[in-house]
């Protein structure tokens, strides 16, 4: 059933039946009115980008890619580099860097539309907002892909390209096996800490999802 509300200053429909992601320590924690209000600058992810993927190989996804397994066959760094990808900071700063506050911020720096928090807040609940076992501050990539193996098996290891490196139906982003083969669980799990697990307006409105994310294929 759709929900009317008002964040961050203006009025905003969302269907939150099935959420799915785009097509935090409490002393970073943001409000959702500051989340529309100071979140609007446009992060420099051609910067990112360049600096991220100076020496890999950029050439796209090909439809001979489509059956090979990413964690097989493409570092993550190439993995990603070969997407067409806006989010470069968000794999700068949390995965290259090992910052996953840095690169959390700098992703949500960038994201000022009320509709696409919405979508965010339903994919963190769904996902992310139940992990207690990761820290922004001391979790690195390796935890994290222990982590996934608990949760998801080698799902996230077997996990193949798909169409233009984004997957397949049910292996998708925001389904958490392609976040994991790409390195950047955690990342997502470090912006959704800070802008949306512990904010009030977003518990009511998502809290019943926390764990429902189905089993991967």
Same mark, same amino acid.
């Given at each position: 059933m759709?929900?009317v %509300?008002c %964040?961050f ?6 269907a ?8 935090n @320590?409490?002393?970073? %924690?943001v @409000?959702a009115?500051?989340?529309?209000s100071?979140? %609007?600058v446009?992060? +420099? =992810?051609d910067? !990112? ?5 100076? &020496?890999?190989?950029t050439? +796209?996804?090909?439809?001979a ?7 097989d066959?493409? +570092?993550w760094?190439?993995?990603? !580099?070969?997407?067409e990808n806006? =989010?470069?900071c968000?794999w ?5 860097d &090992?910052n996953l506050?840095? &690169?959390?911020? =700098?992703f949500? @720096? /960038?994201?000022?539309d009320?509709a696409?928090y919405?979508g965010?807040?339903a994919y963190?609940?769904?996902e992310h907002c139940s992990n207690?076992? $990761?820290?922004?501050?001391?979790t690195?990539l390796?935890q994290a892909?222990?982590? !996934?193996?608990k949760?998801?098996?080698g799902a996230w /290891? /077997?996990?193949?390209a798909?169409p233009d490196? #984004?997957g397949?139906p049910?292996q998708t +982003?925001g389904?958490g096996?392609?976040e994991r083969a790409?390195?950047?669980y955690? !990342?997502d799990?470090?912006?959704?800490k800070?802008? $949306?697990?512990d904010?009030?307006? #977003?518990?009511a409105?998502f809290a019943f999802?926390?764990?429902a994310?189905?089993a991967?294929?």
């Amino acid at each position: 059933m759709p929900i009317v %509300l008002c %964040l961050f200053g203006v009025l905003c429909t969302a269907a939150v039946a099935s959420p799915a992601k785009k097509v935090n @320590s409490n002393q970073h %924690l943001v @409000s959702a009115s500051q989340v529309g209000s100071t979140l %609007l600058v446009n992060s +420099p =992810d051609d910067v !990112c980008h360049a600096a991220l993927c100076s &020496g890999e190989d950029t050439s +796209p996804y090909t439809a001979a890619d489509m059956f090979k397994v990413v964690y097989d066959t493409w +570092p993550w760094k190439q993995a990603y !580099c070969k997407l067409e990808n806006p =989010d470069a900071c968000l794999w700068k700063g949390c995965a290259a860097d &090992g910052n996953l506050t840095k &690169g959390a911020l =700098d992703f949500l @720096s /960038r994201k000022g539309d009320a509709a696409y928090y919405i979508g965010e807040a339903a994919y963190c609940f769904q996902e992310h907002c139940s992990n207690t076992e $990761f820290d922004l501050q001391t979790t690195t990539l390796s935890q994290a892909q222990q982590y !996934c193996d608990k949760k998801f098996g080698g799902a996230w /290891r /077997r996990l193949t390209a798909g169409p233009d490196g #984004y997957g397949w139906p049910g292996q998708t +982003p925001g389904s958490g096996v392609w976040e994991r083969a790409h390195a950047n669980y955690h !990342c997502d799990w470090a912006y959704c800490k800070i802008a $949306f697990c512990d904010v009030p307006e #977003y518990q009511a409105m998502f809290a019943f999802l926390e764990g429902a994310s189905p089993a991967p294929f």
